[in-house]
């Protein structure tokens, strides 16, 4: 099995607050760590009720400072609502205090709506090359500083953080090639161009001093429990959760119910079928060759994987499971390069 990571939306159950959200996930990256799981990564979400992370920098570094040898990343930040600078300056720091293990994956997407967009940005007005343009600067603002150089982040410079490029198009593959960076694809709910990005990614990288040759990471949802008919319960607060957000209604985590089927419409069923193709669901005999299928079909290099699973307890088995399955170990956290 490929290195298998962990994506943590912070899930806020129903009935729960955002506080315990953040509290669960450091509980969660202490259980990956001791599990095997190379990097635990958070991503900037905005205006959802159901998602706690939107400061992801500072959800990142309470999760830091609770572990110890796990990589912890963005999974990601996206760059449009800020400025360069300050995401150099906030992973910087989080560099500066947990030297070798920062991640910081960029997306060009808002993660929210156009109401809150544009109360992040005022503006919205941008051409399409401004994200590219964004990348450079904030690369640039890693590198150690010259005789001379006016402009610095502190922290920042000469900090060493991982960057990757994530994606759910063609562009983040085509981006992350030119630029020679890892590629991180968002096939957990966008599967629909996962092959394309991937093909196009590895035929047209270029090496860079940061990355030798081209290296993805797939995301993946992974709902495992001791029956199949359990994890399948489990996996319907995703599925509602989904369904809630594409018709306008997000909120937080429904609790899981027993006949998800019969609720779900055509349509319903048309969405849930196209966005969440890349699940696998069940038991410790149905999730390892499933995992494993996807794995050698897509040829991927990593795997990322998340669960928003209702009970928090719930969730903690499901990673034990799949590393169980996946026979991780402590202390494997292997680096793209």
């Known amino acids: 099995m490929v290195p298998l990571s962990v994506l943590d939306l912070s899930p806020v159950p129903e009935g729960s607050s955002t506080g315990q959200a953040l ?12 599990l095997g799981y190379a990097r635990f990564w958070m991503a900037e979400h905005h205006n959802m009720p159901g998602i706690a992370s939107a400061a992801t920098a500072v959800a990142l570094a309470h999760v830091a400072v609770a572990t110890e040898t796990i990589r ?3 999974g990601g930040i996206m760059l449009p609502n800020h400025a360069p600078l300050i995401i150099a300056e906030q992973f910087g720091t989080l560099a500066a205090l947990h030297p070798g293990r920062i991640d910081l994956g960029l997306g060009r997407a808002p993660g929210t709506d156009q109401i809150a967009a544009h109360a992040m940005r005022r503006n919205l007005a941008a051409d399409e090359n401004q994200f590219p343009r964004d990348v450079v600067e904030l690369i640039e603002y890693f590198r150690p500083t010259v005789a001379g150089q006016r402009l610095q982040a502190v922290p920042g410079a000469g900090e060493e953080v991982e960057i990757w490029i994530l994606g759910s198009s063609t562009f983040g593959a085509q981006l992350a090639a030119i ?21 196009l990614y590895r035929e047209r990288f270029r090496p860079s001093e940061r990355l030798a040759k081209p290296h993805v990471m797939l995301g993946v949802n992974v709902f495992a429990a001791d029956t199949d008919a359990e994890a399948r319960r489990l996996f319907s607060s995703l599925q509602q959760a989904f369904l809630n957000l ?20 055509t349509y319903g069923r048309a969405l849930l079928d196209d966005a969440l193709a890349c699940s696998v669901v069940g038991s410790p005999e149905t999730v390892r060759p499933g995992l494993a299928a996807f794995a050698a079909s897509t040829g991927a290099d ?4 998340t669960a928003q699973i209702f009970d928090h307890e719930a969730r903690k088995r499901s990673f034990e499971i799949l590393a169980e399955v996946a026979g991780l170990s402590a202390g494997a956290a292997p680096a793209p390069r």
């Open 302 to 305: 990593e795997l990322m994987v």
């Open 179 to 199: 630029l020679g960076l890892p590629y991180a694809f968002a096939s957990h709910f966008a599967p629909g161009m996962m092959r394309e990005a991937m093909a």
């Open 72 to 74: 912890i990343g963005a």
């Open 246 to 265: 594409r018709r306008g209604r997000p909120g937080k985590l429904p609790a899981p119910v027993e006949d998800m089927e019969s609720r779900i419409d």
């Open 23 to 34: 509290r669960n996930s450091v509980d969660l990256a202490r259980h990956a760590e001791a």
